[in-house]
């Protein structure tokens, strides 16, 4: 099982669902990067689950920092954090020992890891496991913003409810301090009432996230493997529930001519600016200055509460599932934070390698 990513900076997962604890490791940091713990806490809440929209599993996420750290600041060495698990109902998931949930990881990770699998919630592959990811990202990302790198995440859709786009930086900035994060309010009130509807119903619903990067160089990143758009894309196929992937114009391309997608270009000082923004910021996979945009779908929570059709593996017979246990009926609003995360990871390893790990420690 590979649960490490990253070259110069790289993260190792760890733990499952129902397990003692979760966590992640961080390797190839810089020393003397602050670390705010009231932040990565903050960070953690955004994704913890707060009101009716959510699963009732409640988890304080209470952290602990177990090496890497000094006083406040990174040591250079491998950075530990762990997080406890405490509400777990793991009887819950008795019955799911051998009847497997349809478009869970169940099935494949019992013909992958022969039976030995932990299943309980999830087990490794549950979402539970991206409180770790968050944690991690919240290490790296105030070292970011002191570069004037800033990431921020809004719901695109949920249920076919749309959210308008943004229009400043300072929209991308702020959007992380909303729960809910949309830009406006009367979609949100939408959004939350097709989750709601479909909670009542058993079911569950999905959406799609769009993420800002801004503030990165012209140059950063590789042509052919190591694209900006491919490692993004590798460490988000990662976050459970994500089922695709776009940058820029994305899929709507296909609908246009090249002298409608160019990026035209333009001098701005000393610096070189695209009249739009066609290709997310990246072009033969390295940055053009422009911000990185991308949008990700998060497929609707597979566990639910409908009668499904389905087998036995202990038996190998045809027979029905209606999961028991606590589920989100969407996950896009949580997983925001997440994606957000995630893309700080890849992109702070991606300048450590063009710039050296101690770059991410020095500031103006």
Known sequence: MKNTIGNSLTVTLFGESHGKAIGAVIDGISSGIKVDEDYIANMLSRRRPKDALSTPRQERDEFSILSGVFEGYTTGTPICISIPNADTHSSDYGQMQYKMRPSHADYTANCRYNGFQDYRGGGHFSGRITAALVAAGAIVLPALNKKGIYIGTHIKSIAGINDIDFTNNKEIIDISKKDFPVLDETAKDKMQQKILEAKSQ????????????????????????????????????????VKGIEFGLGFD???????????QMYVDGDSVKCYTNNNGGVIGGITNGMPIVFRAVIKPTPTISKEQKTVDINTMSDTTLEARGRHDPCIAHRAAVVVESVAALVIADMLTTKFGTAWLAKFE
């Not at 619903?205 to 990143?221: D, N, Q, S």
């Not at 391309?253 to 990026?263: H, I, R, V, Y």
């Open 202 to 241: 058993g079911d569950s619903v999905g959406g799609v996230l769009e993420t800002a990067i801004i503030g990165l160089p012209a140059g950063v990143g590789e042509p052919w493997f190591d694209t900006v758009e491919g490692m993004l894309s590798h460490a988000i196929f990662s976050v459970p529930a």
């Open 253 to 263: 391309f296909a609908d246009k001519c090249g002298s409608q997608a160019n990026d």
